[in-house]
């Protein structure tokens, strides 16, 4: 069975997104920027068979969401100390906000913890949002 | 600008999704579900309509092609104007999206300023459903008012007069502005609802924090008799509803959208 921490799978899956992955001791780190249209759901980072990361802007907030691939299980929760001012455009806020999450997968081949960055900022109320996405993805050690 | 729209049934979202979305690098725009079909979005060069279709599968229902506006503007405006009625009696537009049918409570958000309440938001949007299910009359108090949007519809719906309290002095203007806009009378105030009572109306909506509804249940008024609650996740409706209970109102309701949650409490 392949490691589902695949940096070669996920270069290939993440190629038409702009993302970048990179092997880690036990993991892997991924990268991708991305302008988004108000309203649009659009993929940011992506694990094959473990996780897609989708960001949607809304006029009311932001929605980051975590998508378990291929039947693994996903716990996730939101960092409530990270700036999360949605709304406020560049003129309002301190740039760029910053969401930060914890993950944690099972049901697959190994359990997997992660931490997932989501950075943003946009210069007009309604203009595309411009996102940067950042995760570690690791293997679980009991002994950690 | 193309535009591909794709009918789907709604249940079948999150699989389409899995399918459409890496081969949509600019994202797919999703409008709000009309008996259980919901419309998919998709502006631009990206994959042709058949390559769409087939990720779509067998969810799909149909299929149109047409051009779009070139300003994202332009196109956001219209996708407001296609939004179903809020509880089916409320439009909350920004100024320039098409106008709702005659008979409907037609609100106009122009100014936010950075506020929370465009309109589109569950909190949002659960607080203006429950509001339609109340007997309007007497003063209400807007807690953590943002835009002002649950002001100006409470006093659109009858009540009066309107208290809009926030911390944040952007919201305050634009509750100001917003209430000048619609028509109706709004006493914006700037507080901090972490400390501060709240005001002896018989009608609060507070659309805040956790925290902050700590503070409120714990200093409310016995005047107060109806409170609607939200701005939490559905993982704290019990601690919220705990510290309701606790100055002697009980739980009638709760909804829950996206993991945001309402709450109905009453004067027992």
Same mark, same amino acid.
């Given at each position: 069975?392949?490691?589902?921490? *695949? /940096?070669?799978?996920?270069?290939?899956?993440?190629?038409?997104?702009?993302?970048?992955?990179?092997?880690?001791?036990?993991? @892997?780190?991924?990268?991708?920027?991305? +302008? /988004?249209?108000?309203?649009?759901?659009?993929?940011?980072? @992506?694990?094959?068979?473990?996780?897609? @990361? *989708?960001?949607?802007?809304?006029?009311?907030?932001?929605?980051? /969401?975590?998508?378990?691939?291929?039947?693994?299980?996903?716990?996730?929760?939101?960092?409530?100390?990270?700036?999360?001012?949605?709304?406020?455009?560049?003129?309002?806020?301190?740039?760029?906000?910053?969401?930060?999450?914890?993950?944690?997968?099972?049901?697959?081949?190994?359990? +997997?913890?992660?931490?997932?960055?989501?950075?943003?900022?946009?210069?007009?109320?309604?203009?595309?949002?411009?996102?940067?996405?950042?995760?570690? @993805?690791?293997?679980?050690?009991?002994?950690? | 600008?193309?535009?591909?729209?794709?009918?789907?049934?709604?249940?079948?979202?999150?699989?389409?999704?899995?399918?459409?979305?890496?081969?949509?690098?600019?994202?797919?725009?999703?409008?709000?579900?009309?008996?259980?079909?919901?419309?998919?979005?998709?502006?631009?060069?990206?994959? =042709?309509?058949?390559?769409?279709?087939?990720?779509?599968?067998? %969810?799909?229902?149909? %299929?149109?092609?047409?051009?779009?506006?070139?300003?994202?503007?332009?196109?956001?405006?219209? =996708?407001?104007?296609?939004?179903?009625?809020?509880? #089916?009696?409320?439009?909350?537009?920004?100024?320039?999206?098409? &106008?709702?049918?005659?008979?409907?409570?037609?609100?106009?958000?122009?100014?936010?300023?950075?506020?929370?309440?465009?309109?589109?938001?569950?909190?949002?949007?659960?607080?203006?459903?429950?509001?339609?299910?109340?007997?309007? #009359?007497? &003063?209400? &108090?807007?807690?953590?008012?943002?835009?002002?949007?649950?002001?100006? !519809?409470?006093?659109?719906?009858?009540?009066?007069?309107?208290?809009?309290?926030?911390?944040?002095?952007?919201?305050?203007? $634009?509750?100001?502005?917003?209430?000048?806009?619609?028509?109706?009378?709004?006493?914006?105030?700037?507080?901090?609802? =972490?400390?501060?009572?709240?005001?002896?109306?018989?009608?609060?909506?507070?659309?805040?924090?956790?925290?902050?509804?700590?503070?409120?249940?714990?200093?409310? $008024?016995?005047?107060?008799?109806?409170?609607?609650?939200?701005?939490?996740?559905?993982?704290?409706?019990?601690?919220?509803?705990?510290?309701?209970?606790?100055?002697?109102?009980?739980?009638?309701?709760?909804?829950? !959208?996206?993991?945001? =949650?309402?709450?109905?409490?009453?004067? $027992?």
């Amino acid at each position: 069975m392949s490691s589902p921490l *695949d /940096v070669a799978a996920a270069n290939a899956a993440g190629a038409g997104h702009g993302q970048l992955a990179s092997p880690l001791p036990d993991g @892997i780190a991924l990268s991708a920027h991305k +302008l /988004v249209e108000e309203g649009a759901r659009a993929q940011l980072l @992506i694990l094959p068979g473990v996780v897609r @990361i *989708d960001v949607r802007p809304l006029p009311d907030g932001l929605q980051v /969401v975590p998508r378990p691939l291929g039947g693994t299980e996903l716990g996730w929760e939101v960092d409530p100390t990270a700036v999360t001012d949605y709304g406020k455009t560049a003129l309002e806020s301190e740039m760029p906000a910053v969401t930060r999450f914890r993950l944690a997968f099972w049901g697959g081949s190994e359990p +997997l913890a992660g931490r997932l960055l989501v950075g943003y900022t946009t210069d007009d109320r309604h203009g595309p949002t411009h996102f940067v996405g950042h995760a570690v @993805i690791q293997q679980v050690h009991a002994d950690r | 600008m193309r535009h591909v729209a794709l009918t789907i049934r709604e249940a079948d979202l999150d699989e389409v999704l899995d399918r459409l979305l890496p081969i949509v690098p600019q994202g797919v725009h999703l409008h709000p579900a009309v008996d259980g079909r919901l419309e998919l979005a998709v502006y631009g060069d990206a994959p =042709a309509r058949a390559g769409l279709e087939a990720a779509a599968g067998e %969810s799909l229902l149909s %299929s149109g092609e047409a051009e779009a506006s070139d300003d994202p503007d332009e196109r956001r405006l219209a =996708a407001i104007g296609r939004r179903p009625p809020i509880g #089916g009696r409320i439009v909350v537009r920004p100024e320039g999206a098409p &106008a709702p049918a005659p008979g409907l409570i037609d609100i106009v958000i122009n100014d936010t300023g950075g506020a929370f309440g465009a309109g589109t938001h569950p909190t949002t949007v659960l607080c203006l459903e429950a509001l339609l299910g109340l007997e309007p #009359g007497g &003063a209400f &108090a807007d807690l953590g008012c943002g835009t002002g949007v649950l002001a100006i !519809v409470a006093g659109k719906l009858g009540w009066g007069p309107l208290i809009a309290i926030d911390h944040e002095p952007a919201a305050l203007h $634009a509750t100001d502005a917003n209430a000048r806009r619609n028509g109706v009378e709004v006493d914006a105030l700037q507080g901090d609802l =972490a400390e501060l009572p709240p005001p002896p109306a018989p009608t609060i909506a507070a659309n805040v924090p956790l925290k902050v509804h700590e503070n409120l249940a714990a200093q409310l $008024a016995p005047e107060s008799r109806v409170v609607l609650v939200s701005g939490i996740v559905d993982d704290h409706v019990g601690a919220v509803t705990e510290a309701y209970e606790a100055a002697g109102l009980r739980l009638v309701d709760t909804a829950v !959208v996206r993991n945001w =949650a309402a709450a109905l409490l009453v004067r $027992a």
